[in-house]
């Protein structure tokens, strides 16, 4: 089987906590397991499609589009404050530290750097934050960047770079890289931020036994109880792993299903953007 973090191994002390975290629920639990990189630009889609996945976080929306299908073994509780010590999660919509845009309005009609669309907090979540800003009738409010940017590190690189006004960015992806990256983030800033929003879970494939996810579920659940933890949770931000149910996810489909039937997209051609807003 196989243990993998790729959604949140964003730096390199984070990959090297993620991976002896891994390697030590893996021992406790009594499940043997490889950890694996499968770094971009592999395609994730291609990571949860594998039957052996023992411990990986999915993305919630690919997860409830699948059926809920993929056994849930637990969700990771960040730990700063305003995650409030619930397993959640915002997207944050971030500009270039020296843009002159002040609010989310403001870039209105710009070029948006985004996710797929299998993504939630790069682009389900988004879209339906600004179908619910826009007035009756609107396809969408901001341009597509000229080169797709699949994970959160393009996204920021194009707001940095001046490829894209604005990018739609994992919160917890964010507070990883304030804590590691900080001269990074420094080039960044946040004009708003979504509801929050359940957070990727750990899970493993379909056809992982009972046994297996009967084993490695109470460890996860225990690591903040246990004191040879510590330091990797500190790494990682994190306050404890949390349970979490398939119903936790159905939220992120009503996301989808409204967006779609109000015919509203994350970004269109020029000739579809409008500047117009719900006051």
Known sequence: MIANARM????????QAWRDL????????????TYIEHAAPAPVSELWARPDCGCVFMCGFPYVSAGSR?????????????????PVYFTEFIVRDDAAFATLEQAFGGRM??????????????RHYLMTEAAA????????TRAPTPTPRQVIDAVIGGEAEIGVVDSYVLDLLRLHEP???????????TPAAPIPPLVASPQAGDDTVARVRPVLLDLHRDAACAGWL????LSRFAPVEAPDYAVLARYASAADQAGFKLTGAPADTSKEHRE
């Open 8 to 15: 949140y191994a964003v730096a390199a002390p984070v990959a």
């Open 22 to 33: 891994f390697a030590y629920v893996g021992e406790r639990a009594g499940v043997a397991w």
């Open 70 to 86: 993929h056994r849930l073994l637990a969700a990771p509780v960040p730990s700063l404050p305003r995650y409030g010590g619930r």
């Open 113 to 126: 750097a985004c996710m797929l669309p299998e993504s939630n907090s790069g682009y389900n979540a988004p």
């Open 137 to 144: 009738g609107t396809g969408t409010l901001f341009r597509p």
């Open 183 to 193: 001269a990074l983030m420094a080039r960044v800033r946040s004009v708003a931020v």
């Open 234 to 237: 500190a790494q990682l931000r």
